[in-house]
């Protein structure tokens, strides 16, 4: 349907899994495979239901896609908010990357409602 690599919300998703990656490797090791791999995984959900979605051969099946990228987004808010209050990072370590998962998904909707 779409060529995903031309979505500039898939290219701000993939530079949010960079600046993912660059927290991720400021946290306890202790948490490699607990939160950190969780946030991880999330992360990488965002742009490969993005792509995924884009690769479908019909707009609702876009859009559902774009919905999972959605629930995503929110989940990996909740684990940086989570971050920051279990002390593992400082509010402006997290808050750009907040700053981005709200654009991210300000971005879904509009694409969202221009399927319809």
Known sequence: MNRYEDL???????????????????????????????????????????????????????????????????ELETQLILVHRLKFANKSDVKPLLKKCNEIRKMSYALQKSLS
């Open 8 to 74: 500039k919300i898939w290219e701000k998703a993939m530079s949010l899994v960079e600046d993912v990656y660059l927290l991720m490797e400021h946290l306890p090791k202790d948490e490699k495979f607990g939160l950190i791999s969780q946030i991880k995984r999330c992360s990488i959900s965002v742009p490969s239901n993005i792509a995924e979605g884009a690769g479908r051969n019909s707009k609702k099946e876009f859009k559902h896609f774009l919905s999972i990228a959605n629930g995503s987004t929110s």
